[in-house]
């Protein structure tokens, strides 16, 4: 499977983005789907996951209030709407898929991330 991920951009503190994953010649429906990021000199960090069902799980705290994961399995797409942004989220983001029905109680990337699209928070 590979996916890609983009709707990432230039955005100022408080704003929102919505990133959006689709994958090309491979149906989503039986993959859970994880966003996770990686900031420059950081390590990667699990941000959401998405079952097949569409039973989300958070990884972090910090985003459960402000980052709202959904998918649409008739359009094949996975997303993730992040809202009231911060610096801190600057990142470039990556979706993954997880070979699984249910999302794992511990990050994981899964496989099939693509280049990742990149989200900066300034102002």
């Known amino acids: 499977v590979q996916l890609q991920a983009f709707g990432g951009g230039l955005v100022q503190p408080g704003g929102s983005l919505r990133l959006s994953c689709a994958a090309s010649?491979?149906?989503?429906?039986?993959?859970?789907i994880a966003w996770f990021r990686q900031a420059p000199g950081k390590e990667r960090e699990g941000v959401w996951c998405?079952?097949?069902?569409?039973?989300?799980?958070s990884y972090r705290y910090s985003e459960k209030g402000r980052f709202t994961i959904s998918r649409d399995n008739a359009i094949n797409t996975v997303y993730l709407e992040m809202n009231n942004l911060k610096p801190e989220d600057t990142a470039v983001y990556y979706c993954?898929?997880?070979?699984?029905?249910?999302?794992?109680?511990?990050?994981?990337?899964?496989?099939?991330w693509g280049q990742g699209t990149l989200v900066t928070v300034s102002s």
């Open positions: 998405i079952s097949t069902t569409g039973r989300a799980t």
């Open positions: 993954g898929a997880i070979a699984r029905s249910q999302c794992p109680t511990y990050f994981t990337p899964g496989t099939g």
């Open positions: 010649g491979t149906r989503l429906n039986d993959y859970s």
